[in-house]
């Protein structure tokens, strides 16, 4: 069996409204899916982390760079093809683009195995832990508005109302405007909703640590990103300072750089991007690192509907930590403004939003084989910018 051809699917439209984040606002939703074939014509599919025009950045390497060193090889030799690749690339990036382009890859090349096998990724990956995932929503995104505290209030009580039992909201606007937003949605949500912050790495250790004080008094379930990824110190200082929870790790790429961000004990609660650090390939390597700290995982998902069922594997096969009778289960992170790259780019859609509404909070796992999804070639060619 051999890799026939590597294609990226850039995939692109108008926004309704403008979202952000504390780095930026956006007006146009983007999604990067790569496609794997084979001379025995299984097609598997990935989805390399990367938004804006950043994706075409990531498809370019995809296909011109990644592609002429994979084909014709055999696309069950994940760790063949992973390390070819890495090591060509060591000198030109060991983190950022060419990661995420190699994530989209390899994840298509687990589809594959899957496809082939006859059975889930979930299954490949040693079996299921749990039958259910609870689903976090996440949502309250930046917009420029006078009354974002007000739109807030409103979002946050739908979220709840929708079934999800915990929810994310954006911050980073300055401590004195973060607190009112976080105070609007307590007010909205109760005191029992679950309710983290994700500050996108808008500040300083110094500038984050009284806003933390704060947050620990609204009841804040973690604190995410606070300060840059590469402020070691300052997340070691926010982990000793706060009792609070501190949770990051997106921005992080394969296991040497998760390998500091572990030992360190930078962070609380590890958020690995599947579709950015390395693949599902180097994603079983963190999760090892992690285990061995003790360190709990909660996936940083985004994108459509390829990464969320990608993600649904990887924390169905998520052993319990540290293990017994009653474990944490961990959360499915779920996108919940309107995006339809998750809710119409699939021939059989997921249906996260109906489950949640339907069971109180949790999502079943997905069948099929592989990551069990299958892009409708239609909306590909509708809404491809290739
Ligand atoms: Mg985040």
């Given at each position: 069996m051999k890799i026939t051809a590597i294609r990226s699917h850039v995939l692109q439209y108008d926004l309704a409204e403008e979202l952000g984040y504390s780095q930026q606002y956006y007006l146009k939703r983007t999604t990067h899916l790569v496609e794997v074939t084979t001379d025995e014509g299984v097609t598997g599919w990935g989805e390399s982390f990367g938004g804006g025009d950043v994706a075409f950045a990531n498809k370019a390497i995809v296909e011109r760079v990644i592609q002429p060193m994979v084909l014709?090889?055999?696309?069950?030799a994940r760790e063949v093809i992973w390390h070819k690749v890495y090591n060509l690339l060591r000198d030109h990036g060991q983190k950022g683009m060419p990661m995420q382009a190699l994530s989209g890859v390899d994840i298509a090349l687990w589809d594959i195995a899957g496809k082939l096998h006859g059975v889930p990724l979930y299954r490949l990956l040693?079996?299921?832990?749990?039958d259910r995932i609870p689903v976090y929503g996440y949502g309250m995104m930046l917009q420029r508005v006078p009354d974002l505290a007000e739109r807030f209030a409103v979002e946050s009580a739908a979220i709840k109302e929708a079934g999800y039992g915990a929810m994310k909201m954006k911050i980073g606007l300055g401590p004195r405007k973060d607190l009112e937003l976080v105070e609007a949605v307590r007010n909205a949500i109760g005191g029992e909703t679950g309710q983290m912050v994700d500050a996108?790495?808008?500040?300083t250790a110094r500038e984050a640590i009284p806003l933390g004080r704060e947050l620990e008094r609204l009841g804040v379930a973690w604190f995410e990103?606070?300060?840059?990824?590469?402020?070691r110190q300052g997340y070691r200082d926010l982990c000793s300072t706060l009792d609070m929870p501190i949770a990051g790790g997106e921005g992080e790429f394969t296991r040497w750089g998760f390998r500091d961000l572990i030992r360190e004990r930078c962070v609380d609660v590890l958020q690995p991007e599947v579709c950015g650090l390395g693949g599902i390939t180097e994603y079983l390597k963190v999760r090892a690192l992690a285990e061995a700290h003790f360190l709990p995982i909660v996936n940083h998902v985004w994108g459509s509907a390829v990464a969320v069922a990608a993600n649904m594997h990887l924390l169905a096969a998520l052993p319990d930590l540290?293990?017994?009778?009653h474990p944490v289960q961990p959360m499915l992170e779920f996108d919940t403004t309107p995006n339809r790259f998750r809710?119409?780019?699939?021939?059989?859609?997921?249906r996260i939003g109906e489950q949640v509404r339907e069971s109180g909070g949790t999502v079943a796992l997905p069948g099929g084989p592989g990551l069990g999804v299958e892009p409708d070639p239609d909306f590909l060619r509708h809404f491809s910018v290739d």
């Open positions: 014709g090889m055999d696309p069950l040693g079996g299921a832990f749990r996108n790495h808008a500040y990103e606070p300060v840059a990824p590469e402020d540290p293990g017994g009778a809710e119409e780019l699939l021939t059989e859609p997921l």
